[in-house]
């Protein structure tokens, strides 16, 4: 991420009254937000948006939110931080074993998901860029960790 710029974070969620309440939180933190309702949404808008952190429900309409996870997993390195109200061991080992890279359960601190959302976002600044083949574009990385930051003029 070049300096000065502020670090994307999309929303995948179907609850608009937290998608609001995480929006007001992460704005307020220094993120740019975007918000998509529904999970056929979600790969299209990884692809248009590049974020550089993931917030991902698993049910959603549309597609559910592991299906989403292994579209997104299959052509980006962009981190995933699933967000749901699953709390079985079976839910947070299939979300984690779909691609995702964190697994918050609901109801949840909204500063410690900022926090978890940072070391995210620090952990994909700190990687060199030479894990990933194509150092041009998140969308275009495998699904490995990808240092490099999208080009975005403002």
């Known amino acids: 991420m070049l300096a ?15 998608a609001e309440m995480l929006t007001i939180v992460l704005r307020g933190e220094g993120f740019d937000t975007a918000v998509v309702a529904d999970g056929t949404r979600a790969l299209p808008a990884v692809r248009e948006l ?3 952190v993931v917030l991902l429900d698993l049910m959603l309409p549309g597609m559910n939110g592991i299906d989403v996870c292994r ?18 061991t079976v839910d ?3 979300g984690l074993e779909s691609g995702a890279d964190d697994y918050v359960v609901k109801p949840f601190k909204p500063k410690e998901l900022v926090a978890r ?12 860029a030479s894990s990933c083949p194509s150092a ?3 969308s275009t990385c495998p699904p490995t960790r990808c240092s490099a930051a999208p080009s975005r003029s403002r």
């Open 136 to 138: 041009t574009s998140r």
């Open 71 to 88: 579209a997104i997993r299959s052509e980006s390195g962009v981190p995933i931080v699933m967000l749901t109200a699953k709390s079985d």
């Open 50 to 52: 590049r974020p550089d």
């Open 92 to 94: 947070i080992v299939l």
């Open 117 to 128: 959302i940072r070391a995210r976002v620090r952990r994909t600044e700190n990687e060199p």
């Open 4 to 18: 000065g710029m502020k670090s994307r974070v999309l929303v995948v969620d179907d609850d608009p009254a937290l």
